[in-house]
């Protein structure tokens, strides 16, 4: 099979395996490795030229970090160099220590257990960032101080490798040893000062030019020749390309450069994925499951133990802690690299290498679903553990309840305030309400999806219920249960868009607005006015749409059951009548000049 078929057949895992994944809520990252297994000498056999495979998607990892020194200036790098030589350093030790203590308590001799220690105290800088950022965390308190100890790992690279030769069995010397650390220690400050005085002018020149494709290439150039230049000297490529964004921070090219390297970093991390699943050595697990299965358990158990204990001293929120300890749980891709070469110079044993290898592949397939299991299961245990009881609520005699008091909630209590109209509010975030508390709002706390809840604040008697729930599922329920027990209290529903309208008006609530089509055609009548229409014709044409598009959503919910064809000429059909209302509308405002409010 020649290279072109294994491009095809890696693009088609890609595309298949991620979406998939996610679809299924597993995740993009273990999707990838799913397709890499799959496809892989392991799986189907569909590709087997690793080496070509792997020295292209390491090069995801190089362009991701160097996106990443991009958001990093040097000032903002210098100001985080506490959290991360202070926490990446005790992360190393107190990880790297209580491993290498645990392999010679089961007969590993000095120089393995240590190779093993270090190695297991090494995160996954591709899975760990990526898990963080698919859930928001990367600017989060947490996500800094994850990133930092990753940090500090890509720039322990330099000393771990320069010392590895020590750890020898043989006492024979090792040649060169000071050559290569110097060649290392030469080729740092050469990026360092081509990125601070060369690359500059050089992306000024490229850019007067006007060659967007040549920009392009010039970035690509910078990045794939610092990478090519670090694995030269024996180094992590990564860690060049991140010291090269961050030199290029401050640069008025740091936008044009994100946007030109973000398409290929996606790409190509995603094969990065991929190669560690085709890589992994499932013939190791078959001849040994226990064995491997074992070692990749206790060391996923024991790393997240550990990084639990460190998030504690950390001082990280309580609901951080988990998600920091399981995102690092993982050992790192530079293990594979300080593994093999432990291997080639005998520190460790061939067996041992290989079941170091499959176990590090399985912690890295282990941290997706880890993260899955604390989504699900642990971040909601969390919640209920973390709730206070909920307020008693009495009768108010408002006549209005709002269950939901978030950012829609929160314009409905306060119109009804400014008017005089006494409202009984509900939320389910304590936070939330101490702080609108200050400002003369009656908030109680308890989960307004409870019929009883809602009944003991006076749903009987009240004439009107308003749900402004964030809850899309429990605003369905809640009619439903509101419905069929107080059928005299209308309803008004947030409707988070026309399937949900659809879901509610099955359920027969009184009135509903879509929630973001208000904002939406308010923005569109401002726009109308800065592009030269008066405000009474704005205001009218704004109407108009709002008038057509209700009366288009009343006619496609009597056909959702029709076929989609039907659905979508009906939808055509109404885009033509609104120009024509429109055209219609153009005589009557012009005849009606007198009464503009302009």
Known sequence: MHGLDQIVILLAAAVLGAPLAQRLGLGAVLGYLLAGVAVGPWG??????????????????????FLIGLELSPARLWALRGPVFGQGGAQGLAVGAAFAAAAWTLGQ????????????????????????????????????????????????????????PLLTPATRAVEGQGLGVAKAL?????????????????????????????????????????????????????????????????????????????????????????????????????????????LAAALVAGKAALMYALACAFRLPAPHRAPFALALAQVGEFAFVLFAQAATLGIVGRETHALLVIATALSMMMTPLLMLFHDRVLAPRHARLGRPPEDAIEDQGAEVIVAGFG????????????NGIAATLIDHDPNHIEAVRRFGFRVFYGDATRLELLESAGLARAKLLVIA??????????????????????????????????????????????????????????????????AHEAHRRGQHFRAHDEALLARLYTLRAEPTEIRARIAREAREELVRIMEADETAIAEDREHDWD
Do not use: C
């Open 44 to 65: 189907l056999g569909l590709v087997h030229e690793l080496d070509t495979v792997n020295v292209a998607a390491e090069f995801g990892v190089v362009l991701f970090l």
């Open 109 to 164: 001799v000095g120089g393995a257990a240590l190779v093993i220690g270090v190695g297991a105290a090494l995160s996954s800088t591709a899975i760990a960032l990526q898990v963080l950022k698919e859930r928001n965390l990367l600017g989060s308190g947490m996500g800094r101080s994850a990133f930092a100890i990753l940090l500090f790992q890509d720039v322990a690279v330099i000393p771990i490798l320069a010392v590895l």
């Open 186 to 294: 030469a080729a740092i400050a050469l990026v360092i000062v081509a990125g601070r005085w060369l690359t500059r002018p050089l992306f000024r020149a490229v850019a007067a030019a006007g060659l967007r494709e040549a920009f392009t290439a010039l970035a690509l150039l910078i990045v794939v020749g610092i990478a090519w230049l670090m694995h030269a000297v024996g180094l992590s490529m990564g860690l060049g390309a991140f010291l090269a964004g961050v030199l290029l921070a401050d640069s008025e090219y740091r936008h044009a450069l994100e946007s030109d390297i973000e398409p290929f970093k996606g790409l190509l991390l995603g094969l990065f994925f991929l190669a560690i699943g085709m890589g992994a050595d499932l013939g190791t697990l078959s001849a040994q499951p226990l064995a491997a299965l074992g």
């Open 407 to 418: 950012r829609v909630g929160q314009i409905v209590a306060r119109l009804l305030h400014a």
């Open 469 to 534: 729930l964030d809850d899309r599922a429990g605003a369905l329920a809640l009619v439903e249960r509101v419905r069929e027990a107080h059928p005299q209290v209308a309803v008004l529903a947030r409707a988070w868009d026309v399937l949900h309208a659809f879901e509610l008006m099955d359920r027969g609530v009184s009135a509903l607005r879509r929630e973001s089509f208000d904002g939406a055609l308010a923005l569109g009548v401002e726009a109308l006015r800065r592009l030269g229409f008066g």
